[in-house]
């Protein structure tokens, strides 16, 4: 149940869907099997996957959601091959060469005929929606996953208004500032031990793991002008991650503490009890680690867009 990466999204206006009704348009825009050349497809499942039927749980005003992303699998390889053998065979019929338009033709058939056997790759999206926030979180890899989990859930809703979260200070300022001077770092804000630092120039970007974050070398990277977009974080042992210039929180490992509280508690091996536990404590420790994460990056900025995904 545990996110291991989470794009924020700060809501304007958020409806008020009661839980039971939310429940019920998730269930409209459920997710079912690919369609015989459909090539992919999104919808909501239930989090607890075959354990349960829900497809919200909500508890203490924090909302958890998983869509399920169906990708059918067809390798351009196999396409760009089947589609010369084709046009080869048109060719020594007619004693021609086939012009652009109609390879392209072949090429429209051959992937109509050979989409309904391919492989279908389905990949699971959490999502979660602190309602006392007004904040939402996708656990996804890329912020384009993300946002087509938004799109779903827009859709679902009939409107949703929301933003990237974003702070007065900018991201990549603050890292190099932490990096640059401890005496900028927040009391309990310790430094990892990963870094990619960008050049202003043409010289690329660095990236550097399992190193000293305070070292003489990446001392002298830094004066050199180049600035931090990824730095490995940790806040009072609760919650490690690696923070990107665009707020993005990626590589999740919660403290042993809180893990720890979470196993202590009795389930009774009940899965969905299990589900529960883990995701509200992750949740609660998520909620205060970004609000202390926007202080320390100067507060939130008033920036108020309606971000559509086509």
Do not use: C
Not at 123 to 145: F, H, K, M, P
Not at 158 to 185: C, E, H, I, N
Not at 216 to 237: C, D, P, V
Request: no cysteine.
């Amino acid at each position: 149940m545990w996110f291991k990466h989470l794009h924020l999204y700060r809501l304007h206006g958020a409806p008020t869907l009661d839980a039971a009704d939310l429940e019920t348009a998730l269930e409209a825009q459920a997710a079912r099997p690919l369609g015989g050349a459909e090539p992919r497809r999104l919808g909501w499942t239930t989090p607890a996957g075959r354990a349960g039927s829900q497809r919200l749980h909500e508890l203490q005003g924090q909302r958890l959601m998983s869509a399920l992303r169906q990708e059918r699998l067809l390798p351009a390889s196999v396409v760009r091959e089947e589609v010369d053998e084709r046009a080869d065979e048109v060719e020594t019929r007619e004693g021609r060469k086939l012009r652009r338009k109609e390879k392209l033709a072949i090429k429209e058939q051959v992937v109509e005929e050979l989409m309904p056997r391919a492989f279908v790759r389905s990949q699971r999206v959490e999502l979660w929606w602190d309602t006392r926030r007004g904040l939402i979180g996708v656990n996804a890899s890329s912020r384009a996953r993300a946002e087509e989990v938004l799109d779903l859930l827009r859709e679902t809703l009939g409107s949703l208004k929301v933003t990237p979260l974003a702070t007065q200070t900018l991201p990549m300022r603050a890292m190099t500032a932490w990096l640059v001077d401890a005496g900028t770092r927040p009391a309990d804000l310790m430094l990892g031990d990963q870094v990619e630092l960008k050049a202003k120039g043409d010289d690329g970007v660095l990236r550097a793991r399992q190193v000293d974050l305070d070292s003489e070398e990446i001392q002298q990277l830094l004066a050199s002008g180049r600035q931090a977009s990824k730095l490995a974080l940790e806040i009072e042992g609760r919650l490690a991650f690696v923070l990107h210039d665009d707020l993005a929180i990626k590589s999740l490992r919660f403290g042993d503490a809180l893990i720890d509280e979470a196993n202590a508690t009795d389930d009774g091996d009940d899965a969905l009890v299990r589900l529960e536990t883990d995701f509200l404590l992750m949740a609660q420790s998520l909620g205060e680690s970004i609000d202390r994460l926007i202080d320390w990056l100067g507060g939130e900025s008033g920036q108020a867009l309606d971000i559509r995904v086509a």
